[in-house]
T-cell receptor, first 116, second 110 residues
Framework: NAGVTQTPKFQVLKTGQSMTLQCAQD?????MSWYRQDPGMGLRLIHY???????DQGEVPNGYNVSRSTTEDFPLRLLSAAPSQTSVYFC???????????????FGPGTRLTVT | SQQGEEDPQALSIQEGENATMNCSYK?????LQWYRQNSGRGLVHLIL?????REKHSGRLRVTLDTSKKSSSLLITASRAADTASYFC??????????FGAGTRLTVKP
């Protein structure tokens, strides 16, 4: 199993440009999430999904869109990049029990994004 | 805020010593998880403790949970230089979102 994969690993954008960060998992996990991590800080939840067709906002959703058309993929879209979105982005997935509980998350290697 | 809050922010110890990190949270949880992050890497899951459990062990790791105080602790015994990393707690609330605090930066000196 490849686990959680993210592409690209590095990206530089100009202000106002748009792009999609890709995330895929091959573990058949229902739960997927996106975080951003700024220097010296913990991870902040952007969006999450409890299954295909279902997404919800986390702590810092503004400026980001997500969709979940398949179990495997959970892309994150930046509609109009801003310097404040310079960060490292992590995607994660988790098994989710029938009762709805979320268990250990598996993280991808991250995408380092710089917006100039 | 629903984030876990780790304490201390930084901890420096000698190899062989024990390291204790604490986490506090605000409201009722489903479970609580601890993660490690090596510099520049993604997070790695260490241990999960359910809300009805009080203590859990995994190798040199011991996690406790006190739901009455809304707090958890992570103890690493006989620390090694390879344990140098940032450690994060993540309370899992009933709506399934998982929020991390700023973490504890642990440095283990050889």
């Amino acid at each position: 199993n490849a686990g959680v994969t993210q592409t690209p690993k590095f990206q530089v954008l100009k202000t106002g440009q748009s792009m999609t960060l890709q995330c895929a998992q091959d573990m058949n996990h229902e739960y997927m999430s996106w975080y951003r991590q700024d220097p010296g800080m913990g991870l902040r939840l952007i969006h999450y999904s409890v299954g295909a067709g279902i997404t919800d906002q986390g702590e810092v959703p503004n400026g980001y869109n997500v969709s979940r058309s398949t179990t495997e993929d959970f892309p994150l879209r930046l509609l109009s990049a801003a310097p404040s979105q310079t960060s490292v982005y992590f995607c994660a997935s988790s098994y989710r029990s029938l009762a709805g509980g979320v268990y250990e998350q598996y993280f991808g290697p991250g995408t380092r994004l710089t917006v100039t | 805020s629903q984030q876990g809050e780790e304490d201390p922010q930084a901890l420096s110890i000698q190899e062989g010593e024990n390291a204790t990190m604490n986490c506090s949270y605000k409201t009722s949880i489903n479970n609580l998880q601890w993660y490690r992050q090596n510099s520049g890497r993604g997070l790695v899951h260490l241990i999960l403790i359910r809300s009805n459990e009080r203590e859990k062990h995994s190798g040199r790791l011991r996690v406790t949970l006190d739901t009455s105080k809304k707090s958890s602790s992570l103890l690493i015994t006989a620390s090694r230089a390879a344990d140098t990393a940032s450690y994060f707690c993540a309370p899992i609330y009933n709506n399934n979102d998982m929020r991390f605090g700023a973490g504890t930066r642990l440095t283990v000196k050889p």
